[in-house]
Every structure is written in structure tokens, then in C-alpha cells.
T-cell receptor
């Protein structure tokens, strides 16, 4: 199993541009989530999904959209990038509720 | 919503000395508790977890944590640290609402 994969590893955007961060898992996990990690703030939950077709907002959802059309994929869309969205983004998955989450390697995003 | 407090942002310790990383959480309802470790430029890895049962949980590399319900704490300890333990450590709480809350992290630096 590849586990949780994320693409791209690095991305530089200009303010106002849009992009999609990809996340995929091959463990047939129902629960998937997106976090952002910022210095001194730990990880903050952006959006999560408890199964295909079901998504919900986390602590910091503004400026981000998600969809869950399949069990395997959970893309995160930045609608109009802002410098405040410069961060490291982690995707995670879990077999049943968030009892044990498996994290991807992260995407480092810089918004100029 | 939960809150997770990691009281020490940085902990330097000499090699082979004991260490304790502190974690307190806010909720009085049933929660699941976790410690994750993050090595430089990597994603988070599960170190240990408390779901139910024995309040003392152990990891395979010598760390242990004790769930203390009355003090709402889940401190992480190791009796003798190694250079390879240098990393960022995150305490996390999962509540029945399917959300996951992380502390701000403790940077453990082991000094030779």
C-alpha cells in the first residue's frame, strides 16, 4: 500500500490564483481530513469527510472547498489564493472516525 | 469545541536523561487521546494512543503516556532519550463529534 499520497510537494502561487491540492489513500478508509500547519499554531482542521459524498467544515474552512466523490480521493481547492494561506497542508485518513489518523507527507504552499 | 494545551514549546534535554512533555485538554466528556511525532520535513506519525482500558499506554520505542481523567492530562514520558528522539511532538484529542484537535506542539531537542 502507498498509504496517503499528496501532490504536489511544493507550490508557489500568486495572489488570486486558484489551485487544487490532491490527496489519495489506498487503505479504503472512510474518514479523511485536511489540516494546515503554521508555526506556533500546531495543526488546524480545515475540512473533513466521514465517507463518499459527505463533507463538513473544520476549524478554519474559509477560502477552501472540498468534495468527496470517491472513497480514495479528497481534493482541497483554494478558490482565490491569499498570502495568509501560505502554509504546509497535510491530508490524513482513518478507518473509522478519527481514532487513528495516517498522514500524508504534506504540500508546502507559498502564496506571493 | 476542544482545546489542547502543550505547556512547553521547546524542551532541550541531554542524551540518556528522562523527559516529560506535558499535555492538557479541556473536555470532560469521553475523548480519545493521541501523541504524534513529526520528524523534520515529514508528515505526522502516530506514537501512541489512549482509546479505553488501561490508563498507561506505551509505544514501541520506549515512550509512555498516562491518561489522568481528573486532571484532564495525557503527559508523555521517556526514561532515557536518544539523539534520534529529536523531533516535534503533538498531543491530540478526538471527540465524539468526529473532529480532531491538536496542540501547538513541543519541540524536543536531545543534546549529545
Amino acid at each position: 500500500n502507498a498509504g496517503v499520497t499528496q501532490t504536489p510537494k511544493f507550490q508557489v502561487l500568486k495572489t488570486g490564483q486558484s489551485m487544487t491540492l490532491q490527496c489519495a489513500q489506498d487503505m479504503n478508509h472512510e474518514y479523511m481530513s485536511w489540516y494546515r500547519q503554521d508555526p506556533g499554531m500546531g495543526l488546524r482542521l480545515i475540512h473533513y469527510s466521514v465517507g463518499a459524498g459527505i463533507t463538513d467544515q473544520g476549524e478554519v474552512p474559509n477560502g477552501y472547498n472540498v468534495s468527496r466523490s470517491t472513497t480514495e480521493d479528497f481534493p482541497l481547492r483554494l478558490l482565490s489564493a491569499a498570502p495568509s494561506q501560505t502554509s504546509v497542508y497535510f491530508c490524513a485518513s482513518s478507518p473509522t472516525s478519527p481514532k487513528t489518523q495516517y498522514f500524508g507527507p504534506g504540500t508546502r504552499l507559498l502564496v506571493l | 469545541a476542544q482545546s489542547v494545551t502543550q505547556l512547553d514549546s521547546q524542551v532541550p534535554v541531554f542524551e540518556e536523561a528522562p523527559v516529560e512533555l506535558r499535555c492538557n485538554y479541556s473536555s470532560s466528556v469521553s475523548v480519545y487521546l493521541f501523541w504524534y511525532v513529526q520528524y523534520p520535513n515529514q508528515g505526522l506519525q502516530l506514537l501512541l494512543k489512549y482509546l479505553s482500558g488501561s490508563t498507561l499506554v506505551e509505544s514501541i520505542n520506549g515512550f509512555e503516556a498516562e491518561f489522568n481523567k481528573s486532571q484532564t492530562s495525557f503527559h508523555l514520558r521517556k526514561p532515557s532519550v536518544h539523539i534520534s528522539d529529536t523531533a516535534e511532538y503533538f498531543c491530540a484529542v478526538s471527540d465524539p463529534g468526529n473532529q480532531f484537535y491538536f496542540g501547538t506542539g513541543t519541540s524536543l531537542t536531545v543534546i549529545p
